[in-house]
């Protein structure tokens, strides 16, 4: 069993917080152990609690969509949330439920050490620049830690609010400018061929 799979099995058993009571199946995150983006979500919805996937109903959708307009595919890159149970109606994480869960992110994050972590949303926002407001930050990448932050609105947003989504589409294609960035800040330059001195 992979450390990543270890994890899914104690958020399957977790018990740590209310959100356990009321839960059909915990979501503990999926992708490869190697991605290079990692997206933290809120917290599962109903499609998610039914399935025990992140991501899959209407927001997921978009989330896909979008993942292609940055040249990536749901398969490279490991999605998760803040919680991994699903709040009540959808109600918004509370703190203490985001402090019981934050564990099992954390080990996520130290396994997975991706270049890139896209926080969607408000409350991954407030995890690595607390006190900033998405309309503020949205789209600009910061370095915090080991990790450049990516800061967007959450494809749910966009769903409810469509002028929102012309700014979350701008933010991926800012995303796709940093992947590149990365990729070629790692290609190792072919050394210069020396001068042959005559003397």
Do not use: W
Request: hydrophobic share 35%.
């Amino acid at each position: 069993m992979s450390d990543l799979q270890d994890i899914a099995r104690r958020v399957a058993a977790c018990t740590d917080c209310g959100l356990a009571k009321g839960r059909t199946r915990a979501v503990p995150g999926e992708g490869p152990e190697q991605a290079q983006v990692m997206f933290i979500g809120e917290g599962p919805g109903y499609n998610e609690d039914q399935q025990g996937r992140p991501f899959v109903g209407a927001a997921g959708q978009l989330l896909e969509q979008l993942l292609a307009t940055a040249g990536l595919s749901r398969s490279q890159v490991f999605i998760t949330n803040m919680v991994k149970c699903r709040p009540p109606n959808n109600r918004d994480p509370l703190p203490g439920e985001i402090a019981a869960c934050s564990k099992y992110l954390d080990r996520q994050i130290e396994l997975i050490k991706p270049k890139v972590i896209v926080t969607l949303g408000r409350y991954s926002l407030g995890k690595f620049l607390p006190g900033q407001t998405i309309g503020k930050v949205h789209g600009k990448p910061r370095t915090v830690g080991q990790q450049v932050v990516c800061p967007m609105y959450h494809p749910a947003a966009a769903l409810h609010q469509a002028s929102l989504k012309k700014d979350i589409e701008q933010d991926f294609k800012t995303l796709a400018s940093q992947l590149r960035e990365a990729a070629q800040a790692e290609t190792p330059k072919e050394p210069e061929p020396k001068q042959m001195s005559m003397f």
